[in-house]
């Protein structure tokens, strides 16, 4: 199953990021200046929700300055540091004298003092430093925005070395919180990025297991079903954590490659999970339906049923149990609804001769749903 399973893990950082190459060369124009012969800093924010890829373009964009520094005989040193896990502005600081492998001055400094310290060592090295400060709204949150303050006003000083920003946060709400000189000083580029949409975050899947996985361990639809398992949420993270977690039980269980139901017992596995328990919720059509796609699903490895398919199985089984089928747009709005509420995933198929049509995959094990559904009969 894996070639280099370690490229599925969080801390790894991708060779290829798909959807996110323009937002990097973005980043890039904003801190070239960094690289000419007279290097100047520059200031940009990076707002975007959970799982967008923040993270991963701030460790991107510290690596392509080095790169080129090196090129163009410019030093750059690029430090990352995570404000909620280096909490308050002297771990914030301590983080970069240990990054930069500087000595760290024998007796504790104040804040002031170490700020002064990294800048003349800085200096002394002929080095512009980038200071990535993920998740910023935390240290502001916590410690106010002295910090901010003091790092804005360094490139007023006195030959300054140049210190580049790069702030990082899910939203600038927290910016509203920063003393009003200090947020003037701030206010340069914002690079936004959008929440990936489903087609994308297929994508992303699909490199992601180029780069970790066997050739031929996940097929094109069981990527759809991993994509469109995270809800509307476009969290690249939750999507790799499941394309890990499902090629760790196709593994374990020997197959030589990812089925649905091994992404249906991931998801299990992960918030938000769809209990069994709310089937007993469901009204007895929307129960049908749901029944209809496990029954069809759980015989065959395949990921996703038709609308067609499922409307035929779903009459069936009405007549089975006696009830009188709903119309074809109840259906489809009972489908929406079950997808709203985590039970269903829906795909878009690619263009045939009768046009688009959606398919809807199962983000639960079909045979657990069986077992549920006639238990409950
Ligand atoms: N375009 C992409 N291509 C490949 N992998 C990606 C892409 N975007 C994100 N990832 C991966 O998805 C995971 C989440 O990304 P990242 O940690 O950068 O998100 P984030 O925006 O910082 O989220 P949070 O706000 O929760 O910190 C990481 O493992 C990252 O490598
Ligand atoms: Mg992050």
């Given at each position: 199953m894996f070639v280099e399973e370690y490229k599925l893990l969080p801390d790894y950082l991708p060779s290829r990021i798909p959807h996110r190459e323009e937002d990097l060369e973005r980043l890039f124009k904003v801190f070239s200046p960094m690289l000419s012969p007279t290097p100047t800093p520059a200031t940009s924010f990076m707002v975007g929700a959970v799982g967008s890829g923040k993270t991963m373009l701030a460790r991107k964009i510290g690596e392509k300055l080095e790169d080129e520094g090196r090129r163009n005989g410019v030093i750059v040193k690029a430090v990352t540091v995570n404000c909620r896990i280096d909490r308050g502005p002297s771990s914030v600081l301590n983080r970069v004298v240990q990054s930069l492998g500087l000595s760290f001055p024998k007796r504790g400094y104040e804040v002031q003092e170490t700020l002064r310290f990294i800048m003349d060592e800085l200096r002394q090295l002929r080095a512009c430093l980038l200071l990535v400060l993920d998740e910023v709204d935390s240290l502001v949150a916590s410690n106010g925005s002295s910090l901010l303050y003091s790092l804005a006003r360094i490139n007023e000083t006195?030959?300054?070395?140049p210190l580049s920003l790069l702030l990082v946060t899910k939203d600038l709400k927290f910016f509203w919180e920063v003393d009003a000189s200090t947020r003037s000083s701030l206010q340069k580029v914002v690079i936004r990025l959008a929440p990936y949409t489903e087609g994308q975050l297929y994508n992303i899947i699909l490199s992601r297991a180029e780069e970790a996985?066997?050739?031929?361990?996940?097929g094109a639809d069981t990527a759809r079903l991993i994509a469109g398992s995270g809800g509307d949420s476009g969290d690249a993270r939750y999507a790799i954590e499941l394309l890990y977690r499902a090629a760790k039980i196709a593994d374990y269980s020997g197959a030589d490659r990812i089925r649905p139901v091994d992404v249906q017992e991931a998801r299990n596995s992960l918030p938000p999970q769809v209990s069994l328990e709310e089937l007993s919720y469901l009204t007895k059509h929307e129960r049908a339906i749901l029944l209809a796609a496990a029954q069809i699903l759980s015989p065959t490895e395949r990921a996703f049923v038709s609308t067609g398919e499922l409307e035929a199985e779903y009459r069936s089984l009405c007549a089975s149990l006696n009830l009188k089928p709903y119309k074809h747009t109840m259906v489809w709005m009972v489908v929406q609804n079950l997808k709203a509420r985590g039970f269903f995933v829906t795909s878009q198929s690619g263009k045939g001769r009768r046009g688009r049509t959606t398919l809807i995959g199962l983000n639960m094990p079909p045979h657990d749903v069986i077992r549920s559904c006639s238990g409950g009969r």
């Open positions: 006195v030959n300054p070395p996985l066997r050739p031929g361990a996940l």
